[in-house]
Structure formats: structure tokens, C-alpha cells
């Protein structure tokens, strides 16, 4: 029989991810050809100082955010989506991704909402003949922008619906604009019957961010919310509710503060979160921006985080259950994907190969549910 290593046994886990921004996984390459396609003046240099990869100790240095921000006007007609949105799928492909979905920020854009959509949709359709992937949308709230901005969003989601367009999230700096902000768009897209999710508590701001994302505005799920674990017994309730905390174990505020990897898996509120009982879902956020994939998530997962390799069965179905696909197909994916860890598990040759399960199984119930 043929061993696995432990990156091959990751890359050919079929995986979900379900917080990945579509910008944030615009390759170098696209983003100097976009720029010469409408004369924007992009030295090389400066358009790598967007990509963690290129970024070196005290050049410059620009985020996730500030690249969402600049692309966004930089992709200025429906091709330039297509684009972007082949080559994720492309990207994800060689890492064994078989689900997507991913954020877009409709009020950054200045062509009409249907028109992009339209062309994400057809884009998908595509994908899903050549990669065998399955994309599905959630236009974003711009939480820098105005909440009748949010509002008028998803009016136009409701004015041009799509079955590929599954639920709103909110992104960009939470520090001025919590989530309570933005109850009006969340509220409507809501009676419509759009699932909900929510940027909240990242770069370490207060968990009651967090309290008010799931109490008040109703969400589904939480994208980061690492914030969680300093209120004990708000971390007890929705680990036994089994909230899913989509996580990015490349990117957060506390790598910053705990350089050394053999410190994250003491003191990063991942690992605390898991320890927790919380359902995290490790996921990319921003692909190339941040200069990671999905299986290269996982992999951190085992050997920065120390989580051990039969957990990630867990986390691979938990990100199944906390997508919002229909409950048949995640019933049927489960069940494949399942078997498929199994076998390859059995080939896999890495130390240490433990089997204790570390890992709550999140199996939940979704329709209906709101
Ligand atoms: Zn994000």
C-alpha cells in the first residue's frame, strides 16, 4: 500500500471553505495585469506589498483590507469578476477544495449588483464543469460604509434573487462600526430568508461583539470571534449550542503578538476555543493576500496548533454542517467525505498519528432552523 504524507494526506482530503474572501485570493499576476488594463500606475513592488509572501521585516506592508479596498477599483468591468473568480476556483482545485463560499462586497463596486452577479453565477456554473467545485455567494456588508448602504444591498439582493446567493456577512474594520450598526440590512435580509453571518470580535476587541452578533442580530455563525473565550460562560452556551466560529488559523491579531509557532498552541484562542467546546472551522480568509490555502490550514492546524491529525475528520465535517447548503447534499457529502478520510488516514505515514477524537462533532439541523 502507498503512505501519504501528511501534506499529501491534506491535499487529498476533500475539503470546505467556507470565509474566504474573493479578493483576498486575487493572484500578484491578475492584479498587475488589472492595473495595466486601466493605466493604473502599480509598481511591482508596491502591488507585493499587499502579498504577505513578498512583504519583508520592515518593508512595506499592506493588509488585507487595504488590498479589498484597492482591487475594488482596480476591477471595473463584469470580466474582471470572471476572471478572479475562474482562478479561485482554479487555486482551490490543487488544494482539494470541493466548496466555496465567498464573500463579496457589493456597495464597493460601481456596476450595477445584478450585472456582477449574473456574471459570478455564470462563472460558477463554469467552475463547476471544469474543477468539479461548488461555489456559492454572499454578498458583504462594507461595515466602513453607511448601514442604509447595508440596506440597500441586500434590497438589491432581494430585487435580483439567485439560488447560489445564500446569506449576508460583514467585513472591513469592526472597530468603529459593530455589528448592532448594521440590524436594519440584517433584519430584512433575514424575512427573506437569506442565512446570516458576521465579522466579530477580531483584532481582539471585546466579546461582546460576539454576544451581540448571535443575542440581537440572530446569526448563524461567527467569522472569527476569538474574542469569545474571555466570557466563560458565553463560551459554554454557544459550544453547547454549536455556534460555528469560522477561524483562520494564518491569519489573526494574535500571531502578531505570538511569533513563535510552539507558542500558539499554549496561548492562541484557537486552540483555547477548541479546548472550549467551541465548533471552530478553520478556514483562509484572504488565499494569496495572506499567503496561505486551505490545505496549508489544515496542515497548521496539526503542526502549529497541535491538534491531532484525526481531529481534522471533525473540523472537515463540522465545516460541512455549518455551510448552508442543503441538508441533503450535506447529508451526502458527509458520508463521502467520511469514507474518504478513512481510507486515506490508513496511508497515512506521519508521527505523531494519534486517533483520540479532540473534537466535537457539530452534526446540526439547517433548514428551518432560523
Ligand atoms: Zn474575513
Given at each position: 500500500m502507498t503512505t501519504l504524507t501528511l501534506p499529501e494526506f491534506i491535499r487529498r482530503l476533500p475539503k470546505a471553505d467556507i470565509h474566504y474572501h474573493l479578493l483576498g485570493g486575487v493572484r500578484l499576476n491578475t492584479m498587475l495585469d488589472l492595473a495595466r488594463k486601466y493605466q493604473v500606475d502599480l509598481p511591482e513592488a508596491e502591488a507585493k506589498s499587499y502579498y504577505r509572501a513578498y512583504q519583508t521585516p520592515g518593508g512595506p506592508r499592506k493588509g488585507g483590507i487595504a488590498a479589498l479596498t484597492f482591487l475594488y477599483q482596480l476591477m471595473q468591468e463584469t470580466a474582471d469578476y470572471e476572471r478572479v473568480l475562474f482562478e479561485v476556483a482554479e487555486d482551490a482545485h490543487h488544494s482539494g477544495v470541493k466548496y466555496i463560499e465567498t464573500f463579496w462586497n457589493?456597495?464597493?463596486?460601481?456596476?450595477p449588483y445584478a450585472e456582477i452577479n449574473d456574471a459570478l453565477v455564470r462563472t460558477i456554473d463554469h467552475c463547476q464543469q471544469v474543477f468539479d467545485i461548488t461555489i456559492r455567494l454572499i454578498p458583504s456588508i462594507?461595515?466602513?460604509?453607511?448601514p442604509e448602504d447595508a440596506v440597500a444591498m441586500v434590497e438589491a439582493m432581494i430585487a435580483h434573487p439567485h439560488p447560489y446567493v445564500l446569506g449576508i456577512g460583514i467585513d472591513y474594520k469592526e472597530h468603529q462600526a459593530p455589528?448592532?450598526?448594521f440590524w436594519k440590512a440584517y433584519r430584512l435580509a433575514a424575512r427573506h430568508g437569506y442565512k446570516l453571518t458576521a465579522h466579530c470580535?477580531?483584532?481582539?476587541?471585546?466579546w461582546r461583539n460576539v454576544e451581540t452578533g448571535i443575542?440581537?442580530?440572530?446569526?448563524?455563525r461567527i467569522d472569527?470571534?476569538?474574542?469569545?473565550?474571555?466570557?466563560p460562560e458565553l463560551t459554554a452556551k454557544y459550544a453547547a449550542l454549536g455556534i460555528p466560529f469560522t477561524v483562520v488559523p494564518s491569519n489573526t491579531y494574535f500571531l502578531q503578538q505570538w511569533p513563535?509557532?510552539?507558542?500558539w498552541r499554549v496561548k492562541h484562542p484557537i486552540r483555547a476555543m477548541a479546548e472550549a467546546g467551541l465548533n471552530i472551522i478553520p478556514c483562509t480568509d484572504d488565499w494569496h493576500m495572506h499567503d496561505t490555502h486551505t490545505s496549508k490550514c489544515y496542515q497548521v492546524m496539526v503542526e502549529?496548533?497541535?491538534?491531532?491529525?484525526?481531529s481534522l475528520k471533525t473540523m472537515m465535517l463540522n465545516s460541512l454542517y455549518a455551510s448552508w447548503l442543503p441538508q441533503n447534499q450535506i447529508e451526502q457529502w458527509a458520508e463521502e467525505w467520511s469514507r474518504c478520510f478513512d481510507e486515506l488516514f490508513a496511508q497515512l505515514d506521519y508521527q505523531p498519528k494519534l486517533s483520540t477524537k479532540e473534537l466535537i462533532l457539530y452534526r446540526r439541523e439547517h433548514n428551518g432552523k432560523k
Open positions: 457589493p456597495s464597493d463596486v460601481a456596476l462594507n461595515r466602513e460604509k453607511s455589528v448592532e450598526n470580535s477580531e483584532f481582539g476587541l471585546h443575542e440581537l442580530i440572530g446569526v448563524d472569527h470571534g476569538y474574542s469569545i473565550i474571555n466570557n513563535k509557532h510552539d507558542e502549529d496548533f497541535g491538534f491531532d491529525v484525526y
